[in-house]
């Protein structure tokens, strides 16, 4: 820009100034309500204070522009992807006609199928260990808890978010979305850290199982002996004294 300003180059392409190269599909929501906008805003000022900074030159050379191109590497399409990417990852994704070959051909689904089989292996197996641990009462929040931690590391960057939430970096959730951006949108491949993290949970998981099943049946047979003890009681209060004798 500068050397076209001097020399008066009148092929100058004011929109060859600034390239803004990003991929939309990576995190949609904090790229079109966080980042983009804030970039657009800086980008505006930004004119504002070179075309001033160039007020006088332009009465007398050829004036040039700036300008900002945009190149999205990995669009956030189709949209019937969305769904599958956030909460919709545990709907039926072949029922809204995804392309699911674009990047990984016909390993494609093959991919998000095994993807989404290792999340809910990762979920499931961790909520059978907790249900085997806990008591009844306590169940429900810790299910609440494990979703409520899965979702907020898993559909904004943690990098956005404070240096308490660094753990989500290994929650299961976040690894099953970022493999399904890939596969969907053409992403970064992080399959293999991905895959990898997940079935680091299936495996703890499988190992623990058998102590938390042993823990289940260990309540169950005091709560057995509990009941039978119970029910023993109240037939001795209902025979007569004479018939104890």
């Known amino acids: ?14 929109t060859g100034s600034i390239h803004l190269i990003y991929e939309e599909g990576r995190n949609a929501l904090t790229i079109n309500n966080l980042t983009y906008p ?28 700036l300008d900002l191109r945009s190149s999205i590497l ?21 029922a809204w006609k995804i392309d699911f070959q674009k990047f990984y051909g016909g390993s494609g689904y093959v991919l998000y199928w095994m993807l989404s089989w290792c999340a809910m292996m990762a ?8 249900h085997n641990l806990l008591v009844n009462p306590s169940l429900p929040f810790s299910l609440y808890s494990g979703v409520i931690s899965n979702v907020a ?23 099953d979305l970022i493999g399904a951006k890939a596969i969907l949108f053409g992403t970064k491949n992080l399959l293999g850290l991905n895959f990898g993290v997940l079935l680091v949970w299936v495996t703890a998981s499988l190992v623990l199982q058998p102590f ?34």
């Open 153 to 175: 590391t898993g559909f904004y960057p943690v990098e956005l978010l404070s240096n308490f939430y660094k753990w989500g970096l290994a929650w299961p959730l976040r690894h």
């Open 74 to 94: 990995a669009p956030y399409i189709p949209s019937t992807a969305e769904a599958a990417t956030e909460i919709g990852t545990i709907s039926l994704s072949c």
């Open 212 to 245: 938390t099943i042993w823990v289940q049946l260990r309540k169950m047979k005091k709560r057995a002996e509990t009941n039978k003890r119970e029910v023993l009681e109240r037939v001795y209060k209902k025979v007569p004294e004479e018939e104890r004798e």
């Open 1 to 14: 820009m500068n050397f076209a300003y001097n020399t008066g180059n009148a092929s100058y392409d004011p």
């Open 123 to 130: 979920f499931g197996l961790v909520v059978e260990n907790v």
């Open 38 to 65: 804030k970039i657009l805003s800086f980008m505006n000022d930004f004119v504002l204070k070179f075309a001033k900074q160039k007020q006088s030159s332009f009465r007398t050379k050829i004036p040039y522009r």
